[in-house]
């Protein structure tokens, strides 16, 4: 990553993996502009990163075009011209934040989750286009989860964005290989402790299944960073329009020891107390 610059969004607090990704590019030599949204430059405590990582912060909405042209023209002026990475790393579901079912969604709820979390990626991505900063050879790498193709009830409407996601980085992806030689890619995360993360309803529930169903165990928010500062590296540079599972082997697994071991316990618990009642009688 030495001499590499670029752009990353989403560092809200130090377990977003945002900020995971900031810290270990950093200790392999690159340099980066950091972003979020105003309210969490409020809330979070970003500064931190910054001086610890000698970043600059600019804030930007991911859901306003003049934000993300206006983030763009500072970054590249403060880094030094065109760059070779950037982190999408932003989500939000203000259906599930409010606690909204699935199957009955405040449809103005659902609009600004998948703007804030899908849509931004396609401008962010389409102003890095038109306005041809980026360096060839250059990565983009968002962050996603399992649900995109799998069935996790509580994940809300955010499955949906996220199938969306990986959609964009696959359409957009096209025509930054074939134009600009740049690659695209998501990443698919195991379920992390973040802010985000823990917001999902039932979220220790995830996590803990998830951990027993992967052979390897859950992947942490360091671990993904590692992953993508592989995506950012050179060592990759054939990789794109890929949705990369992270996640310990949970996306192909069916069931795991651990988990047939829990439902074996219930049962054999079921069966002896029916046992134990029927010598009552
Ligand atoms: N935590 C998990 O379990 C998990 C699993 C798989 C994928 N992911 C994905 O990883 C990414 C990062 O999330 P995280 O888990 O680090 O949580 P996080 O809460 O630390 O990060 C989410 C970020 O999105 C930013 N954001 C929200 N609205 C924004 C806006 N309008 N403009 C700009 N930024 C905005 C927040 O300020 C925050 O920094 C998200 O895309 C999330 O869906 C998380």
Same mark, same amino acid.
């Given at each position: 990553m030495k001499g590499k610059k670029g752009i990353i969004f989403g560092a809200l607090d130090e377990n977003s993996i945002a900020w995971k990704v900031a810290e270990r590019a950093h200790e392999e030599g690159a340099k980066f502009v950091l972003t979020n949204a105003p309210v969490a430059l409020r809330l979070g405590t970003i500064d931190e990163l910054a001086k610890k990582t000698g970043s600059k912060i600019i804030p930007a909405d991911a859901t306003s075009i003049m934000d993300i042209e206006e983030l763009i023209d500072q970054a590249t002026k403060e880094l030094g011209g065109k760059i070779d990475f950037v982190l999408h790393s932003i989500g939000m579901s203000v259906n599930v934040r409010r606690g909204n079912h699935y199957t009955y969604q405040d449809y103005n709820f659902t609009k600004k989750g998948w703007d804030v979390s899908a849509l931004s990626f396609h401008r962010v991505m389409s102003v890095l286009y038109r306005k041809d900063v980026m360096n060839e050879w250059g990565s983009i790498v968002a962050l996603s989860y399992i649900a995109a193709q799998r069935v996790f009830p509580d994940y809300n409407d955010m499955a949906d964005n996220k199938a969306y996601l990986e959609s964009v980085a696959r359409s957009f992806g096209y025509f930054f290989g074939r134009d600009k030689k740049v690659r695209v890619n998501t990443i698919s995360q195991? @379920?992390? @402790?973040t802010t985000a993360g823990s917001g999902v309803k039932g979220f220790d529930g995830f996590l803990k299944y998830a951990e027993e169903m992967s052979p390897l165990g859950n992947a942490t928010a360091l671990e993904c960073a590692d992953y993508t500062i592989s995506l950012f590296s050179d060592l990759t540079k054939k990789v794109t329009l890929q949705n990369l599972f992270h996640d310990g082997g949970f996306s192909n697994m069916g069931i795991s020891t651990a988990i047939m071991e829990s439902y074996l316990k219930e049962i054999e618990a079921e069966k002896s107390k029916k046992e134990h009642s029927d010598k009552k009688e």
């Open positions: 195991s @379920p992390t @402790p």
